[in-house]
């Protein structure tokens, strides 16, 4: 009996030993990924429309969701980090925020403030309201600096719950103006600009992201191309990714009328840059996808044949070096 339990004995002290040395490698490698991130880069922390995936009444899809048919996805949002100076901004405020923020400061590095910096484009939904994760029933968070533009600016100093965010301090309010550019350090910079949009409540704006060797523009939400006062094809051409509104794939996807959310279709885009070179295409990142579009699922023939044509769809998780 006792030559079985020492067998036992050593069997258990091996398969601690094991453990523990797995866990110190797993904490090795998560250190040496975060390490080996060097500058100044654009994280992608989430790629679908306002509501999210699985969207709200479609049954379908949470019970794909629970048998592994499908994953999750967070609501459209970018992190901005500087790896040298230890600082990281945030590009929309979504209702995924505390998973959002909770990604950065798990994989890169920690922040007395949780975050440098919230930048919003617009007043709907999944664009902003994140923000009240900033408010005395959650963090009570201390004068975290919000930039937004004028009209978004008045909209949350003047509507209840937003504006007791701002009598309790718990953000800061920094007003932008559209194309003059906000330097964030040396070798960072931003520049918002106008783009007609479904504009109830607050102007909507894209960004550009400026970094010393490389440049992004970030278009979650526009109308149609055509309406925008310049090309998005020349825009794209100026830069190095173009983050852009994909909501739709094409016209007849949902069922209702479409013009009630206007959106380019992907095969709009496509269309228009038909023609470009294959660097050009290439440029083209898809984000902002509706719970109807292919172009959320991991894999589907309308995604393949858009990304066999050289453009790409973001996807969480992706790092872009600025």
Same mark, same amino acid.
């Given at each position: ?67 592994? %048919? +499908? ?6 949002? @970018?992190?901005?980090? /500087? ?5 990281? &901004? ?99 910079k931003v520049t918002p600009f106008l783009v007609p949009h479904r504009d109830e409540f607050s102007?909507?704006?894209?960004? %550009? +992201? ?6 992004? @523009?970030?278009?979650? /939400? ?5 309406? &925008? ?94």
């Open positions: 009996m006792k030559y079985f339990l020492n067998i036992i004995h050593h069997i258990c002290n091996w398969l601690f030993f094991i453990c523990l040395c797995g866990l110190i490698f797993s904490c090795q490698n998560d250190k040496k990924q975060a390490d080996d991130v060097k500058g100044q880069f654009i994280s992608v922390l989430g790629t679908a429309q306002d509501a999210g995936f699985p969207h709200i009444d479609n049954f379908d899809e949470f019970d794909d969701l629970l048998n592994a %048919k +499908i994953d999750k996805e967070l609501v459209v949002s @970018l992190g901005l980090i /500087d790896s040298e100076e230890k600082q990281k &901004w945030l590009f929309e405020a979504t209702p995924n925020m505390p998973y959002q923020l909770d990604n950065l400061e798990r994989h890169f590095f920690r922040s007395d403030n949780i975050i440098d910096g919230v930048f919003l484009t617009h007043a709907h939904i999944g664009h902003y309201t994140g923000l009240m994760y900033f408010g005395h029933e959650a963090m009570g968070a201390s004068a975290i600096p919000v930039y937004a533009m004028p009209r978004m600016k008045t909209f949350l100093e003047t509507n209840g719950p937003w504006s007791q965010l701002v009598d309790f301090k718990n953000i800061e309010l920094h007003q932008l103006k559209a194309d003059s550019s906000m330097t964030l350090s040396d070798k960072l102007e909507t704006v894209g960004y %550009k +992201i400026e970094g010393i060797n490389k440049s992004a @523009l970030f278009i979650p /939400d526009i109308n149609k191309w055509s309406l &925008w006062n310049k090309s998005i094809v020349e825009e794209v051409k100026k830069v190095d990714y173009a983050f852009v509104d994909a909501t739709f794939f094409k016209d007849g996807e949902i069922p209702r009328p479409m013009s009630e959310v206007q959106h380019p279709f992907i095969e709009e885009t496509i269309k228009l840059f038909e023609n470009e070179s294959a660097e050009t295409k290439s440029k083209v990142i898809f984000i902002h996808f509706n719970h109807s579009n292919p172009g959320i699922l991991k894999s589907h023939r309308l995604k393949d044949s858009v990304q066999d044509l050289g453009f790409n769809f973001a996807k969480r998780g992706d790092l872009f070096d600025l």
